[in-house]
C-alpha cells in the first residue's frame, strides 16, 4: 500500500483512541456523536501524523510520544471545531 493510503487507515483507526482522549482534554461539554468524534479523531491524527513527519519527529527509536501530543492536539482542535459546528443542531 502507498504511504497516503496507510496513513489514512491508520489515522482513522487512531482516531478511536484520540477522538474520545481529545474530548477528555476540552473544557466543557461537547455536543457530538461518538461517530463524529472518532471522525474529528481520525481527522486529527492525520493532520498531526503530516505535522510530524514534516517537522522530523516521526523518525525517532521507540515510542513516538511527541508525534502522539501532536496529533492529540489536534484532534482536540478539530473536535472542538466540529463541536462549534453543531452546537446549534440537534443530537441524533
Do not use: E, H
Amino acid at each position: 500500500m502507498g504511504f497516503w493510503v496507510w496513513m489514512i487507515i491508520v489515522s482513522l483507526i487512531a482516531g478511536i483512541i484520540f477522538g474520545p482522549l481529545a474530548r477528555l482534554v476540552l473544557p466543557g461539554k461537547q455536543n457530538i456523536s461518538l461517530g463524529w468524534t472518532i471522525l474529528g479523531g481520525g481527522i486529527g491524527a492525520f493532520l498531526g501524523g503530516l505535522i510530524a513527519y514534516f517537522l522530523g519527529v516521526k523518525d525517532t527509536s521507540g515510542p513516538d510520544w511527541i508525534q502522539y501530543l501532536i496529533q492529540i492536539v489536534c484532534a482536540a482542535i478539530v473536535v472542538a471545531v466540529i463541536s462549534s459546528r453543531n452546537s446549534g443542531r440537534a443530537r441524533v
